[in-house]
């Protein structure tokens, strides 16, 4: 059987299964607990990857259902996006001129952060 | 839950946990702390976590020397097993129009008065301690090498287990929705998991100060205000201080982790408890931060959220107790710098509630100097 100090659950952080375990045998019952004190979740995939399976190890030590673990809030930007994007937004159309100030600030995935598809760039 | 205390403490913040250790510390044994949501929920978690000597009023600048004193030993004090990232580099405080450098040089005087060691810089100054700046449009900078940051749900949480150490009872999920009084004398709480007697009660619910105290028929001249935050990827060494600029209403540092954490104020901002995000805030937060340090242009934003200041007439906190209500005591209205002053105001209450001497004169920053028009206002706050 692996190790729970080699086992790496969030990724982007580096968080082990063992840190995990540690922090909720030290009394965290919910996700944004586990966060605050592992750091899971908090960089750039935002818990993708690791919020259910911490999530799993909460219910499992509280033996509660998953449903049942209180989850953290997304946050946006959904995906990371670079700063340089956002403040080519501010350059033209200035403040509140959400149509008129629409540049191409790129989430990586053809969508500007706002929702709107982004043509060139 | 115990049913029966010496103090309750209300608020899991960094305020209440440092209210709630250095009770116990003292040596009042049966303490519970309540909190609704758990440690560092309210600002404390949301805070930029900034710790500085360099205000302009007086006993913001006795208050924050005395805070870093205790930060400074904190890690070792609280025996905590985690690190509190409590680091020195200083604040780099920027000032972009005449007036903010004519009020920092104002500032300064008053900083040096008091010990604080702050230096008048010229923006070429300025760039040696961060090479990565833009200096265009820059008069000056001052700059004090005590100031830091730390991080604030560690510094909380290590606060709590030391609390929990010395037999104090910690109550998350826990929220207080009443406080009994009789003739004048405070005999407990309600809650939302029961009824805990009690003769001390300490407000120190951040945000939902107001509500609180209104629970004892105290009205609080606070109100609270969003302010909105992102933090970016972790890279590589972009700067060492804490960079702030009032005219330009930011701050930003980077953490021991890379990430970079910024902030601004939005002077069109709505009193309220909303505490959503706006995505005009990335583009005016990026826009401004990519100007001062273009470097960030290529760095991503990972996150947004935002917090709330509970903000008072002066900008101060308002602390201690209240006439005619024997046993309340409050710990309020911090005004977005709670964070670094909770180390000294968890002491001076705690001292204040146990009739010990007081670590530090708190005397002026009592409810009643609202009614005597005693008010001491600071010109430096994002």
Redesign the interface.
């Given at each position: 059987m692996s190790d729970e100090n080699t086992i790496i659950v969030c990724r982007c952080e580096d968080v082990t299964l063992g840190e995990i375990r540690k922090a909720i045998r030290e009394g965290a019952t919910t996700l944004d607990e586990v966060k605050r004190i592992t750091r899971a979740g908090m960089g750039p995939c935002q818990g993708r990857t690791c919020r259910l399976l911490v999530a799993g190890e909460i219910a499992r030590y509280h033996r509660k259902h998953v449903s049942e673990v209180l989850q953290s809030r997304y946050r946006p930007p959904v995906k990371p996006v670079k700063m340089g994007d956002f403040a080519a937004l501010s350059e033209e159309g200035g403040n509140s001129q959400e149509e008129g100030g629409h540049r191409q600030a790129t989430g990586g995935d053809g969508q500007c952060i706002c929702g709107k598809a982004v043509t060139g760039k | 839950m115990k049913t029966t205390a010496d103090a309750v403490v209300i608020g899991g913040g960094v305020v209440g946990a440092a209210i709630a250790y250095n009770l116990a510390k003292y040596g009042l044994k049966n303490i519970v702390l309540c909190e609704k949501d758990?440690?560092?929920?309210g600002s404390t978690?949301r805070c930029g976590a900034g710790v500085r000597e360099q205000w302009g009023a007086e006993g913001n600048i006795r208050m924050c020397k005395a805070a870093i004193d205790i930060f400074e030993n904190l890690q070792e004090e609280l025996e905590y097993d985690?690190d509190i990232e409590f680091v020195q580099k200083g604040y780099l405080m920027l000032a972009y129009i005449e007036k903010e450098w004519e009020q920092f040089n104002v500032n300064i005087k008053v900083q040096h008065k008091l010990g604080v060691n702050a230096v008048a810089l010229t923006p070429q100054e300025a760039r040696e301690i961060v090479p990565t700046l833009n200096t265009e449009g820059l008069y000056g900078a001052t700059f004090n090498a005590r100031d830091g940051h730390a991080n604030p749900?560690?510094t909380t949480?290590a606060y709590l287990k030391a609390f929990e150490r010395l037999g104090g009872e910690v109550c998350?999920f826990t929220e207080v929705t009443g406080i009994e009084k009789t003739n004048g004398r405070i005999q407990g709480v309600k809650t939302t998991k029961g009824d805990i007697s009690a003769p001390v009660v300490v407000n120190a619910a951040g945000p939902w100060a107001a509500p609180v105290a209104s629970m004892v028929g105290v009205d609080l001249p606070v109100y609270t205000e969003r302010h909105q935050i992102l933090v970016?990827?972790p890279v590589g060494r972009l700067f060492d201080p804490m960079l702030m600029s009032f005219s330009r209403g930011f701050y930003s540092q980077q953490t021991p982790?890379g990430s970079v954490v910024m902030g601004i104020g939005d002077p069109n901002e709505p009193k309220g408890y909303d505490i959503g995000?706006s995505?005009?805030f990335?583009?005016?937060?990026?826009?401004i931060?990519?100007?001062v340090v273009p470097a960030?242009?290529?760095?991503?934003?990972?996150?947004?959220?935002s917090g709330l200041y509970t903000i008072s007439p002066d900008a101060h906190p308002i602390l201690g107790t209240v006439p005619g209500i024997d046993g309340y005591y409050h710990a309020v209205g911090f005004s977005g710098h709670g964070f670094m002053l909770a180390p000294i105001v968890g002491k001076v209450i705690a001292e204040m509630i146990l009739d010990k001497e007081l670590s530090i004169d708190i005397s002026g920053l009592d409810l009643g100097r609202f009614e005597r028009g005693d008010l001491r206002v600071e010109p430096s706050v994002v």
């Amino acid at each position: 059987m692996s190790d729970e100090n080699t086992i790496i659950v969030c990724r982007c952080e580096d968080v082990t299964l063992g840190e995990i375990r540690k922090a909720i045998r030290e009394g965290a019952t919910t996700l944004d607990e586990v966060k605050r004190i592992t750091r899971a979740g908090m960089g750039p995939c935002q818990g993708r990857t690791c919020r259910l399976l911490v999530a799993g190890e909460i219910a499992r030590y509280h033996r509660k259902h998953v449903s049942e673990v209180l989850q953290s809030r997304y946050r946006p930007p959904v995906k990371p996006v670079k700063m340089g994007d956002f403040a080519a937004l501010s350059e033209e159309g200035g403040n509140s001129q959400e149509e008129g100030g629409h540049r191409q600030a790129t989430g990586g995935d053809g969508q500007c952060i706002c929702g709107k598809a982004v043509t060139g760039k | 839950m115990k049913t029966t205390a010496d103090a309750v403490v209300i608020g899991g913040g960094v305020v209440g946990a440092a209210i709630a250790y250095n009770l116990a510390k003292y040596g009042l044994k049966n303490i519970v702390l309540c909190e609704k949501d758990t440690f560092a929920s309210g600002s404390t978690g949301r805070c930029g976590a900034g710790v500085r000597e360099q205000w302009g009023a007086e006993g913001n600048i006795r208050m924050c020397k005395a805070a870093i004193d205790i930060f400074e030993n904190l890690q070792e004090e609280l025996e905590y097993d985690y690190d509190i990232e409590f680091v020195q580099k200083g604040y780099l405080m920027l000032a972009y129009i005449e007036k903010e450098w004519e009020q920092f040089n104002v500032n300064i005087k008053v900083q040096h008065k008091l010990g604080v060691n702050a230096v008048a810089l010229t923006p070429q100054e300025a760039r040696e301690i961060v090479p990565t700046l833009n200096t265009e449009g820059l008069y000056g900078a001052t700059f004090n090498a005590r100031d830091g940051h730390a991080n604030p749900f560690h510094t909380t949480r290590a606060y709590l287990k030391a609390f929990e150490r010395l037999g104090g009872e910690v109550c998350f999920f826990t929220e207080v929705t009443g406080i009994e009084k009789t003739n004048g004398r405070i005999q407990g709480v309600k809650t939302t998991k029961g009824d805990i007697s009690a003769p001390v009660v300490v407000n120190a619910a951040g945000p939902w100060a107001a509500p609180v105290a209104s629970m004892v028929g105290v009205d609080l001249p606070v109100y609270t205000e969003r302010h909105q935050i992102l933090v970016t990827e972790p890279v590589g060494r972009l700067f060492d201080p804490m960079l702030m600029s009032f005219s330009r209403g930011f701050y930003s540092q980077q953490t021991p982790h890379g990430s970079v954490v910024m902030g601004i104020g939005d002077p069109n901002e709505p009193k309220g408890y909303d505490i959503g995000h706006s995505w005009q805030f990335l583009r005016r937060m990026c826009d401004i931060m990519c100007s001062v340090v273009p470097a960030l242009e290529g760095v991503r934003v990972v996150r947004q959220w935002s917090g709330l200041y509970t903000i008072s007439p002066d900008a101060h906190p308002i602390l201690g107790t209240v006439p005619g209500i024997d046993g309340y005591y409050h710990a309020v209205g911090f005004s977005g710098h709670g964070f670094m002053l909770a180390p000294i105001v968890g002491k001076v209450i705690a001292e204040m509630i146990l009739d010990k001497e007081l670590s530090i004169d708190i005397s002026g920053l009592d409810l009643g100097r609202f009614e005597r028009g005693d008010l001491r206002v600071e010109p430096s706050v994002v």
